[in-house]
């Protein structure tokens, strides 16, 4: 019968959960890395999720300054057709006072 886990050490996929790993008997002492803690593994998972819940707010907040640049964009195209417009109307009106002046000279 094969034993998949305990009821002191149940066999989980979760690497929170799993007992940290033993150095195997066959390898000499030295040879092999050190035993795996979770303490890292823990600290990164937790940075990690940390970075990706602020990634919405990172995303909205360029968002919001592009929008905010191109509405100031388009304000200064507004007030530069709208002097424009109003400089031809200016001039319009000079020209109609010009040749107001011309015909009363004239006449």
């Known amino acids: 019968m094969k034993r998949i886990g305990t009821i002191d050490r149940p066999h989980t996929h979760d690497p929170r959960n799993q007992a940290p790993m033993s150095v195997p008997t066959n390898e000499p002492v030295g040879s092999a890395t050190p035993n795996v803690t979770i303490t890292g593994a823990n ?13 919405p707010e990172a995303l909205a907040r360029a968002h919001m300054h592009d929008r905010l640049r191109e509405a100031d964009t388009q304000r200064q195209a507004v ?5 424009r417009r109003m400089q031809r109307r200016a001039e319009r009106a000079s020209m109609r006072a010009r040749r107001a002046l011309a015909m009363a000279v004239m006449h």
């Not at 007030?79 to 002097?83: G, P, S």
């Open 43 to 55: 600290d990164s998972r937790q940075n990690r999720t940390r970075e990706m819940q602020l990634i």
């Open 79 to 83: 007030r530069l057709a709208t002097a």
